[in-house]
């Protein structure tokens, strides 16, 4: 299904009192240098529709600040969380720019293994900000600017702040959420830590683990329903048409007025398309 669809003209999901048996389990995955805690207006969104849902901390972000980053301890985290819900829920994981990234991989990682009759079953990808391929230059340049940025000289982080910002367009819309003003650390009560910050060793790792790996190729092997999400102002959209055309159950949603982080850019149009998409993946 090619789709391209402005969010703001259709009506919002019913809530039509359906049994919650059918409704997927929602995982969601944050951006790079953030947490779970830019998911709270989705979470609270799916909730009131009937879906469990649950927003995780990538290794070295939020509560697992303690651990590094790494691609297979990523999977596991997803893994977790998709497999906490209810016995025979299916699940939707929706991504924002690494955790996009990261939500592609582990789906095809799944479609590619053996089938496990314990592992709940695929509804839905949502992939947000995450349609420039990693496999390449760009990702090697910025995880080298990354590297200038943890080990380098003042002079040499500077420019190296220059080679990441420049691409990816600075005003507003940051990569993954960069220097958010605070993060969650997982602590009782929700309490957000001002004070910590990723640092650009994360980025570095986060960029290692991305480099090689083809989301347009994830794309090809998802059998299930991926729906793509940019912000228009998304410098990130470059290959948006080539990334919609690798999926094989494919819908493409371009949010008006935002940028890179459009969840937190364009809450409630971010919202609907998410409510638009779990309607699509239930019904399937």
Request: glycine letters at 10%.
């Amino acid at each position: 299904m090619d789709q391209h669809t402005d969010p703001a003209r259709h009506d919002a999901r019913p809530q039509d009192g359906r049994s919650t048996a059918a409704r997927p389990g929602v995982v969601f995955v944050h951006g790079m240098r953030t947490s779970s805690a830019i998911w709270s207006s989705q979470v609270d969104h799916v909730r009131r529709a009937g879906h469990e849902a649950v927003a995780v901390d990538l290794p070295a972000h939020g509560a697992r600040r303690a651990e590094r980053f790494s691609m297979g301890r990523a999977f596991e985290v997803i893994d977790g969380a998709a497999s906490s819900f209810r016995p025979g829920t299916p699940v939707v994981v929706v991504g924002l720019s690494l955790g996009g990234y990261t939500s592609l991989a582990w789906a095809a990682r799944r479609t590619r293994a053996a089938p496990d009759g314990d592992a709940p079953p695929l509804a839905g990808v949502v992939a947000a900000a995450c349609t420039a391929d990693p496999r390449g230059k760009p990702v090697a340049l910025f995880r080298d600017a990354a590297r200038l940025a943890v080990s380098g000289t003042t002079a040499a982080r500077r420019a190296a702040l220059r080679t990441w910002r420049a691409p990816l367009g600075w005003v507003r819309s940051r990569p993954g959420g960069t220097d958010v003003p605070a993060v969650h650390t997982g602590a009782p009560g929700g309490v957000v830590d001002e004070a910590y910050r990723p640092g650009w060793d994360v980025v570095t790792d986060a960029l290692t683990g991305l480099a090689g790996r083809s989301s347009v190729a994830n794309l090809r092997a998802i059998r299930a329903p991926v729906w793509l999400v940019n912000g228009a102002r998304d410098r990130m959209r470059l290959e948006e048409s080539r990334h919609l055309a690798a999926a094989a159950r494919g819908a493409l949603v371009v949010v008006p007025d935002a940028g890179h982080d459009v969840n937190t850019e364009a809450p409630a149009a971010f919202n609907h398309t998410l409510s638009r998409a779990l309607d699509e993946f239930a019904r399937r």
